[in-house]
């Protein structure tokens, strides 16, 4: 189990309560789409995305995006188990969608991009350590099912 500090607790809460979902969710996914195509196979139902400019307006793309980034109220709700609440998570895209693990920590990674943007100097490198710690035991949750 991970250990979270109140300042940790603090600094994510803070984090997530400034975001716009329907904004950063997108930026998020669609970044991950255009900078690694190869996450690509798992979005055949959405359509065109040939290209960067049709990934970036493709509305079922940004639906996931937001969706996605709203996932992760889970483990903020659930910061003392987050392995145990993305169980069914894990197995659905471990079996179902065999999705590829490392995905996820691509998306992360992303998702770090385009908040720190966003945030611009008020995420800072220890604010970005918090956030990341956060993501990990996120990605680790997400592929426990590999193991």
């Avoid at 329907?22 to 359509?47: E, M, N």
């Avoid at 945030?119 to 604010?127: L, R, V």
């Avoid at 680790?140 to 590999?146: D, P, R, V, W």
Wanted: proline content about 2%; overall charge positive.
């Amino acid at each position: 189990m991970v250990k979270w500090t109140d300042e940790e607790r603090k600094v994510i809460s803070s984090i997530f309560s400034n975001l716009d979902y329907d904004d950063i969710g997108p930026k998020a996914l669609r970044r991950c789409l255009v900078v690694y195509p190869w996450t690509q196979r798992h979005f055949s139902s959405f359509g065109d995305l040939t290209t960067a400019a049709a990934i970036m307006k493709n509305e079922k793309v940004a639906a996931h995006g937001t969706k996605v980034l709203h996932g992760l109220d889970r483990a903020l709700k659930n910061m003392n188990n987050i392995k145990a609440t993305y169980t069914e998570l894990s197995i659905l895209h471990s079996e179902k969608l065999h999705v590829d693990p490392d995905n996820f920590r691509l998306l992360a990674d992303c998702l770090t991009i385009t908040i720190a943007a966003k945030m611009g100097e008020s995420f800072t490198a220890a604010t970005q350590v918090i956030f990341q710690k956060f993501l990990c035991v996120v990605v680790s949750a997400l592929g426990k099912q590999y193991h």
